[in-house]
């Protein structure tokens, strides 16, 4: 069995994965507490996935009862992604694991390892980023990396920015040794998160993190909607703020930009088509509309007035909420449409999102007042 881990792991190499372990396909029994712990204290949100039965997706044997082992690997999707730069004022970001579909070659590469278990006699099914596995677990156990504080699984070499997925096979492999290593006495990521969702080392509160609403239907809670800053998808803030992560980032060219005026105008089809492999509740392009209403309303643009006052009118009560708080942060020159729209709203929440919108307005316009008047000359000059 010794001589097969190492033809999977050779395997993994030539399809050009970057981290690979072997681990038993015994329940990951503290993950699993921590599930029922997490989603009864309210810290899961609306989250499915692993999260809806966490009995499942903590024992790979409920799924594959013929299951002995899990062959663990990961793909850097760094620098390829490229890093997105500092907001523009006129595209919205994308976060790096989304840039583009990061898990084909994950996929493929699982597959060809799928393939040398198959060659050899044995069952082997491919799981990345599915219910039935908690991705994470396997990897820290497999030993292809170490929990951070961000609970993103970290590696020496590729720091954060790995995607996870294993082999299930019912070959009974030696595993290989858990990594001797953590995040010591570093906590960059926990401040680094513009909503404070990292409450503990370890610990996500999943409704306070941006990535988690803007892949989650409903109305954006106002307070993430000013350090959501300009993204549209994802978010890497706590990734980047990782050292061992910074090595591999190097000097790369922007990437993972998108042109908010596009993708305000997009019709659902060119829409679903550019982001064909994000996770959108029930593929409903509006939310990716109602993401981007977000950065606008950031990038405080008069630019994009026009197209806020048109989503301002539209028939979804979500994106005319969130049309009215981009045109709040625009200041007093976006005045008029709001209160166009105010006799003619008949949705109790958006109606509260206008007076906020306005009250929003008003605080900016005095804001600018006491600034002119600290600034006007004196008698003495
Ligand atoms: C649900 C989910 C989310 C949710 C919730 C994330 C979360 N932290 O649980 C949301 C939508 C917010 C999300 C966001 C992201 N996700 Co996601 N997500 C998942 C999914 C589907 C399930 C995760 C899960 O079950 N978590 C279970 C909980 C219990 O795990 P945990 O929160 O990590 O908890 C552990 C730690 O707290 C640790 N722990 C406990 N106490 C302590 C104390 C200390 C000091 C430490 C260090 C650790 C520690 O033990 C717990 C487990 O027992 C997986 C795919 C899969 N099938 O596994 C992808 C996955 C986790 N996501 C992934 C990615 C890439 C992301 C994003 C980076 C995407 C982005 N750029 O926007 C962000 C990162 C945000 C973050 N900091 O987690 C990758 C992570 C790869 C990696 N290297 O870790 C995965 C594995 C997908 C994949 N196949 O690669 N995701």
Same mark, same amino acid.
């Given at each position: 069995m010794e001589r097969l881990v190492e033809r999977l792991k050779e395997r993994a190499e030539e399809a050009g994965l970057d981290g690979?372990?072997?681990?038993?396909?015994? @329940?990951? /029994?503290?993950?699993? #507490?921590?599930?029922?712990?997490?989603? $009864?204290?309210?810290?899961?949100?609306?989250? %499915?996935?692993?999260?809806?039965?966490?009995?499942?997706?903590?024992?790979?044997?409920?799924?594959?009862?013929?299951?002995?082992?899990?062959?663990?690997?990961?793909?850097?999707?760094?620098?390829?992604?490229?890093?997105?730069?500092?907001?523009?004022?006129?595209?919205?970001?994308?976060?790096?694991?989304?840039?583009?579909?990061?898990?084909?070659?994950?996929?493929?590469?699982?597959?060809?390892?799928?393939?040398?278990?198959?060659?050899?006699?044995?069952?082997?099914?491919?799981?990345?980023?599915?219910?039935?596995?908690?991705?994470?677990?396997?990897?820290?156990?497999?030993?292809?990396?170490?929990?951070?504080?961000?609970?993103?699984?970290?590696?020496?070499?590729?720091?954060?920015?790995?995607?996870?997925?294993?082999?299930?096979?019912?070959?009974?492999?030696? @595993?290989? /040794?858990?990594?001797? #290593?953590?995040?010591?006495?570093?906590? $960059?990521?926990?401040?680094?998160?513009?909503? %404070?969702?990292?409450?503990?080392?370890g610990v996500l509160d999943a409704t306070r993190c941006i990535a988690y609403w803007a892949q989650t239907p409903g109305v954006i809670p106002r307070e993430l909607r000013r350090p959501w800053g300009d993204r549209i998808y994802g978010c890497d803030d706590c990734l980047d703020a990782c050292p061992p992560g910074h090595a591999v980032l190097g000097t790369t060219e922007l990437g993972g930009r998108l042109d908010l005026g596009e993708v305000l105008t997009a019709d659902d089809e060119v829409l679903l088509e550019m982001a064909g492999h994000w996770f959108i509740p029930k593929r409903d392009p509006d939310y990716i509309r109602r993401n981007a209403l977000i950065a606008v309303g950031n990038s405080r643009g008069a630019a994009h007035l026009l197209m806020l006052e048109r989503y301002l009118h539209h028939r979804r009560a979500t994106l005319r909420s969130h049309a009215a708080w981009a045109l709040g942060e625009m200041g007093e020159i976006a005045k008029s449409p709001l209160l166009e729209r105010m006799v003619i709203e008949h949705d109790p929440v958006v109606l509260e999102e206008i007076e906020a919108a306005l009250a929003m307005q008003r605080l900016h316009s005095d804001k600018r007042e006491t600034k002119a008047t600290d600034q006007r000359p004196t008698a003495n000059g």
């Open positions: 690979f372990g072997v681990t038993g396909a015994d @329940p990951f /029994d503290v993950a699993a #507490r921590t599930l029922t712990e997490r989603k $009864a204290a309210g810290l899961s949100g609306r989250l %499915g996935f692993t999260y809806r039965d966490p009995q499942t997706s903590s024992n790979v044997r409920r799924s594959f009862p013929w299951a002995n082992s899990l062959v663990v690997a990961a793909k850097s999707y760094v620098p390829e992604a490229g890093s997105p730069g500092p907001p523009d004022g006129s595209t919205g970001r994308v976060a790096r694991f989304a840039s583009e579909d990061h898990y084909v070659p994950l996929r493929a590469g699982l597959q060809a390892v799928a393939g040398v278990l198959v060659d050899a006699g044995f069952q082997a099914e491919v799981l990345s980023d599915d219910s039935r596995l908690i991705d994470r677990a396997a990897a820290v156990r497999a030993g292809v990396g170490w929990w951070g504080k961000s609970t993103m699984v970290i590696s020496p070499k590729h720091g954060p920015w790995l995607l996870l997925g294993s082999v299930v096979t019912d070959a009974l492999l030696p @595993p290989t /040794d858990p990594m001797r #290593r953590d995040c010591g006495k570093c906590i $960059a990521c926990i401040p680094a998160c513009p909503t %404070g969702a990292l409450i503990e080392p």
